[in-house]
């Protein structure tokens, strides 16, 4: 699976859009892109995937750029509660179903 | 739904001791993970089963770390001896697969080892 970099943290006013950065420059055609969080003391939660098109659900939105090298995920009003380590992960839909986790980004919502 | 359930939360054992790790996988999936997350290494995939085999232990540290899967609602992961670089959160997870369509895999609480 291709490696990602993200930004080591971040933080983000309550409320406001937290707009999380990934670079996949190295993606295949069949990876997708996975985002994940971890809140403190928890094990990790499953966000959103995309392949090409962008995605929407009811908890983020995932923006993919037309040569798929980098995506941003969304959190459109974020709490207090969005406050975890969010993980970008390339990963092909068949074959190994292994995620590999690289260190994420820390974002922290301000009150 | 009771999500994936692990035993114990918490375990501190002395060095050279045997450890096991227990996970129950959600009712219905077929594919289930252990991970394991230090500091230094992050987290990081041991190993994993599909309908109770073993796909990949690439992951495995070495010849003290065993896994089992017996049926398909029990996974145990058993350390012996177990030394004190064992000290990590381990992760079970667990997803319901199938070919060409990657499901989510839903997280267990973890088990805090430590070994002194």
């Known amino acids: 699976d291709a490696k990602t970099t993200q930004p080591p943290s971040m933080d983000c006013a309550e409320g406001r859009a937290a707009n999380l950065p990934c670079n996949h420059s190295t993606i295949s055609g069949n990876e997708y892109v996975y985002w994940y969080r971890q809140i403190h003391s928890q094990g990790p939660q499953y966000i959103i995937h995309g392949l090409k098109n962008n995605e929407t659900n009811e908890m983020a939105s995932l923006i993919i750029t037309e040569d798929r090298k980098s995506s941003t995920l969304i959190l459109p009003h974020a709490t207090l509660r969005d406050t975890a380590v969010y993980y970008c992960i390339d990963k092909s839909n068949f074959g190994n179903e292994k995620l590999t986790f690289g260190t994420g980004t820390r974002l922290t919502i301000i009150p | 739904d009771a999500g994936v359930i692990q035993s114990p939360r918490h375990e501190v054992t002395e060095m050279g001791q045997e450890v096991t790790l227990r996970c129950k996988p959600i009712?219905?999936?077929?594919?289930l993970f252990w991970y394991r997350q230090t500091m230094m290494r992050g987290l990081e995939l041991l190993i994993y089963?599909?309908?109770?085999?073993?796909?990949?232990d690439s992951g495995m540290p070495e010849d003290r770390f065993s896994a089992k899967m017996p049926n398909a609602s029990f996974s145990t992961l058993k350390i012996q001896p177990s030394e004190p670089r064992d000290s990590a959160v381990y992760f079970c997870a667990s997803s319901r697969s199938s070919f060409r369509v990657y499901n989510e895999q839903f997280f267990g609480p973890g088990t805090r080892l430590t070994v002194l």
């Open positions: 089963f599909n309908n109770n085999v073993p796909i990949d």
């Open positions: 009712s219905g999936h077929n594919s």
